[in-house]
């Protein structure tokens, strides 16, 4: 298997993220909620007002994973935040590493930005992805499935 790379999205990586986008929305079975359009996330990635960033994760030149990201921040701590809205690895991918590769690649993007905290949120039926998370170390809070 050739060598995994995790990069910064481009705008060429719209069509991908987004089909991976609604992959993911299958996988939690909330297809009939998503009304994203391929225009909104490039433009929500790449508009004049960024609200959101990307990795992606290329195996063999083709994305089959990506995070995506936006800063937020803490009135409690006084600092800004990273929030990850979405990690996603295609099924046939996982176990291959990519997503520890993005979410080290997150919490590196974190500690460079100064941010106080690394968030997300997990849905408390998806145990693969709470152990997943537990095992690079992050700590679940059972109430709400959030994970810092």
Not at 17 to 42: N, P, R, S
Not at 55 to 79: I, P
């Amino acid at each position: 298997m050739s060598a995994a790379n995790i990069r910064a999205a481009t705008p060429a990586d719209i069509p991908a993220i987004f089909g991976l986008m609604y992959e993911l929305a299958e996988f939690e079975k909330l297809t009939h909620l998503f009304i994203a359009t391929e225009e909104g996330v490039h433009d929500a990635l790449f508009g004049a007002r960024p609200a959101a960033e990307a990795l992606v994760a290329e195996q063999a030149g083709e994305v089959v994973g990506y995070a995506l990201f936006f800063q937020n921040f803490s009135t409690f701590l006084g600092r800004r935040g990273l929030y990850l809205e979405d990690l996603y690895v295609r099924p046939s991918m996982r176990g291959s590493g990519l997503g520890t590769l993005m979410l080290k690649k997150l919490a590196t993007l974190a500690v460079e930005r100064q941010c106080g905290r690394f968030e997300w949120s997990v849905l408390d039926w998806n145990q693969n992805a709470i152990d997943f998370y537990e095992k690079m170390g992050a700590t679940c809070c059972p109430t709400g499935a959030s994970c810092a």
